[in-house]
């Protein structure tokens, strides 16, 4: 079946270093995939998206691109602040148009800790 | 009030007691979901409701019940609880449940004593 494979954390950076969070996924088809963001004590937000191959989302300074060749999917931010400390989140939809339900596969989650 | 809220955000209970976790949305969406956030795995659904009718049941047990009363609420009935049913409890909307894109309220912290 479906399924996504993060880098396990945590990932601790100094602010204003470059951050890397590796995503893979597996998928039969060509899905849609996705960044969530979740803050201590809060639910998950959505981060970024991209929905088909070579798409860039991108949002608060934070890129993904869907590379389907490398089935990856890898989050970027040139200079990360205390305030992205967080959990972040890569997950796939494999789109159905048919009856069946589409439904959201999470990896693990990756801890994203950065200090002053 | 906007996006997906929760109510309560932190509940401890007994494994004979029984309560409800209460999810709204005010997006206007058909769709909406019941996932369980367990430490170092990852979300799991539990249940999916489009247009109010139940369209997934993931094995989850029958101590978990659901109940979408109407587009914009969605309720988890808990009963006779196990402690390892402790988790944070996140619901989440889409337009419809063939929408790629689904919105998450804050979670409701859920410990079973």
């Known amino acids: 079946g479906d399924s996504v494979t993060q880098m396990e954390g945590p990932v601790t950076l100094s602010e204003e270093a470059f951050l890397t969070i590796n995503c893979t996924y597996t998928?039969?088809?060509?899905?849609?995939l996705f960044w969530y963001v979740q803050y201590p004590g809060e639910g998950l937000q959505l981060l970024l998206k991209?929905?088909?191959?070579?798409d860039k989302g991108s949002n608060k300074g934070f890129e993904a691109t869907y590379r389907k060749e490398t089935t990856s999917f890898h989050l970027e931010k040139g200079s990360v602040q205390v305030s992205d400390s967080a959990v972040y989140f890569c997950?796939?939809?494999?789109?159905?148009?048919?009856?069946?339900?589409?439904?959201?596969?999470f990896g693990t989650g990756t801890l994203l800790a950065v200090q002053p | 009030e906007t996006g997906v809220t929760q109510t309560p955000r932190h509940l401890v209970m007994g494994m004979t007691n029984k309560k409800s976790l209460k999810c709204e949305q005010h997006?206007?969406?058909?769709?909406m979901y019941w996932y369980k956030q367990s430490a170092k795995k990852p979300l799991e659904l539990m249940f999916v409701?489009?247009?109010?009718?139940?369209?997934e049941n993931n094995s989850v047990p029958s101590r978990f019940s659901p109940e979408c009363p109407n587009s914009s609420h969605l309720f988890l009935h808990l009963h006779t609880l196990q402690p390892e049913d402790s988790a944070l409890y996140l619901c989440?909307?889409?337009?419809?449940?063939?929408?790629?894109?689904?919105?998450f309220g804050p979670g409701t912290r859920l410990t079973v004593l």
């Open positions: 997006l206007g969406h058909n769709a």
């Open positions: 989440a909307s889409s337009q419809s449940k063939h929408t790629d894109t689904q919105y």
């Open positions: 998928a039969t088809g060509y899905p849609s």
């Open positions: 991209a929905t088909k191959a070579d």
């Open positions: 409701y489009s247009l109010e009718e139940r369209v």
């Open positions: 997950a796939l939809i494999e789109m159905n148009y048919g009856g069946a339900t589409n439904k959201l596969i």
